[in-house]
T-cell receptor
């Protein structure tokens, strides 16, 4: 069974630009969540999608947005990039529809975004 | 609010020895799940082990075991017979929310483990 796939692996963007990251969950998983990892702030939850609906959102500005398609694939978009957006962005999928406590999140390899 | 605390920024262990990575948590929820993940330098997050708040026995997965002490709100990861490939960052995490209807994880700051030959 293929794991969570994130594309691209690396991105270099300039301040003010926008970027779209893609995530394909494990087949059959309907929940996709996104995390930002930085040396200063650690791992922070961005948002979660389930059946094309945003189920939960972290404390990030509106420049960060996401969506989920009918095949459960998800994209996140960051507009008007700032230097502080440089981070590893991790996507995770889960197989339990209600996110039951005994179902782990399976993460992708991440997209490393550098904003110059 | 839920919180995960990992007080060991870095640790060394000799190959083939056991090591314990500490994790304490704070939550007012009665039902919650605790996870440990491994993150090698490549960046991927690898699920290691899970402990449910109502599980009566400590979780074990191969060389990984979880020393769960609910009253102390601690969920320490024990790695037995350390291998060089165990060198990585280790994160403790808790699933937030009522009834499990969310996949938001709260992460600790991590412990960087270095296994020495």
């Amino acid at each position: 069974k293929a794991g969570v796939t994130q594309t691209p692996r690396y991105l270099i963007k300039t301040r003010g630009q926008q970027v779209t990251l893609s995530c394909s969950p494990i087949s059959g998983h309907r929940s996709v969540s996104w995390y930002q990892q930085t040396p200063g702030q650690g791992l922070q939850f961005l948002f979660e999608y389930f059946s094309e609906t945003q189920r939960n959102k972290g404390n990030f500005p509106g420049r960060f947005s996401g969506r989920q398609f009918s095949n459960s694939r998800s994209e996140m978009n960051v507009s008007t990039l700032e230097l502080g957006d440089s981070a590893l962005y991790l996507c995770a999928s889960s197989g339990r529809d209600t996110g039951g406590y005994n179902s782990p999140l399976h993460f992708g390899n991440g997209t490393r975004l550098t904003v110059t | 609010a839920q919180k995960i605390t990992q007080t060991q920024p870095g640790m060394f262990v000799q190959e083939k020895e056991a090591v314990t990575l500490d994790c304490t948590y704070d939550t007012s929820d009665q039902s919650y799940g605790l996870f440990w993940y491994k993150q090698p330098s490549s960046g991927e997050m690898i699920f290691l082990i899970y402990q449910g708040s109502y599980d009566e026995q400590n979780a074990t997965e191969g060389r990984y075991s979880l020393n769960f002490q609910k009253a102390r709100k601690s969920a320490n990861l024990v790695i037995s017979a350390s291998q060089l490939g165990d060198s990585a960052m280790y994160f403790c995490a808790m699933r937030e929310g009522l009834g499990g209807a969310t996949n938001k994880l709260i992460f600790g700051t991590g412990t960087l483990l270095a296994v020495q030959p």
